[in-house]
């Protein structure tokens, strides 16, 4: 299950304009920032949570009184929540800065529950602030940091990279067997790159790349000195693990997929008939019928077939039921790499940004 994902986001001069004396005590002060609000629904839509964190320097003193800050911070509280955007947290320091408080910006002091919470990724989490303390809190909490205005950022340039982010993943598998290198982009299609030393399971390795719709590259340097089922096993094991990670949290995709995509899950080549529908239900399980009239074929033992599908759905999280019938061998083998490649490709497939479970995971 992949991580709660959180954009920790500062306040004043990121949601709410920032004055020329730095307090926002009235409600005469209150200007929203351009763009936050459908840049917040936008995260919001695609699985992001939102925890404010601001300093408010001397709330609760006679320079900031605290009743002078609460009606303006209420109204800004209950106008987001009217529009569907509602803070998980928030973090408020009241120190001055001369305190150097460890609870203030860009210290951690306030939100040490977030690094102990093993249920977030803070790898995959995001700081959005005006200030170069912002950037240094998201330094510290070892995740992405953005800067609006005077920096690069824009709220709409921020939702974009964080919500329509490419699907990208790049794994390294190093065994005493083989090492292994793959990367995919599921959202760029690109003549897919494979070179393992097999030449007939590379040509089916490309298959799944060139029909599933995705860039792959793969690599392989194993023991074929002593056989192929390594390099098979262990290529299939690194795909899957590359798949899933791409694939993140899994909101907005199809997650089942056939061969067709209209319910009459076939794949002809010549003779061969092969079909296969996928769940990307985070539960590994592979279901194949079907006999293989050869031993071998391309130097790649038919036995591996069904056995690199069994590997990919366990490291993928991948229901997947195969089946294949024909005469010649070749055709059988490229069939069923083909069917799978186009029941992947209409699982992955973006289609908004909804989770498709009822349990909340997938």
């Known amino acids: 299950m992949s991580g709660q994902r959180i954009v920790f986001v500062d306040r004043d001069g990121t949601i709410i304009e920032e004055p020329a004396d730095f307090q926002i005590d009235s409600f005469e002060k209150i200007r929203f920032v351009e763009g936050v609000i459908p840049a917040m629904l936008k995260l919001r839509d695609a699985g992001w949570q939102f925890v404010l964190v601001t300093n408010q320097d001397g709330l609760g003193t006679d320079s900031f009184p605290r009743e002078t800050f609460t009606g303006p911070h209420a109204l800004m509280v209950q106008l987001l929540e009217s529009q569907g955007i509602r803070f998980r947290e928030e973090v408020i320091d009241e120190s001055f800065e001369h305190e150097n408080k460890p609870t203030r910006k860009p210290g951690l002091g306030l939100l040490m529950h977030y690094v102990r919470d093993r249920s977030i990724d803070l790898a995959n989490c995001a700081v959005v602030g005006d200030r170069d303390t912002d950037l240094q ?129 076939t794949l002809p080549m010549d003779e061969t008939l092969a079909s296969a529908a996928v769940d990307f239900s985070g539960r590994p399980y592979f279901v194949f019928e079907g006999v293989f009239p050869r031993p071998e074929v391309g130097g790649l033992a038919t036995e591996l077939v069904p056995h690199f599908f069994r590997s990919l759905c366990e490291t993928a999280g991948l229901n997947l039921h195969l089946q294949v019938r024909g005469d010649n061998t070749h055709h059988m083998v490229e069939a069923c790499f083909k069917a799978v490649a186009r029941a992947l490709r209409q699982a992955i497939r973006r289609q908004g940004t909804e989770l498709p479970s009822t349990k909340g995971t997938l």
């Open 137 to 265: 809190l998201a330094a510290n909490l070892g995740c992405r940091g953005f800067k609006l205005k005077p920096g690069p950022d824009t709220w709409e340039g921020i939702a974009h990279e964080l919500a329509d982010a490419p699907r990208k993943a790049s794994v390294e598998r190093s065994t005493k067997e083989t090492r292994v290198r793959v990367s995919v982009d599921l959202d760029r299609a690109a003549d897919p790159v494979v070179m393992t030393g097999l030449g007939f399971f590379d040509h089916m390795l490309e298959q799944l790349g060139k029909h599933g719709g995705f860039s792959l590259q793969l690599s392989c340097a194993g023991d074929l000195h002593i056989d192929e089922h390594h390099t098979v096993e262990d290529s299939a094991l690194a795909l899957g693990q590359a798949l899933k990670q791409a694939l993140a949290d899994k909101r907005g995709i199809g997650r089942y997929g056939d061969s067709s995509g209209q319910g009459a899950i």
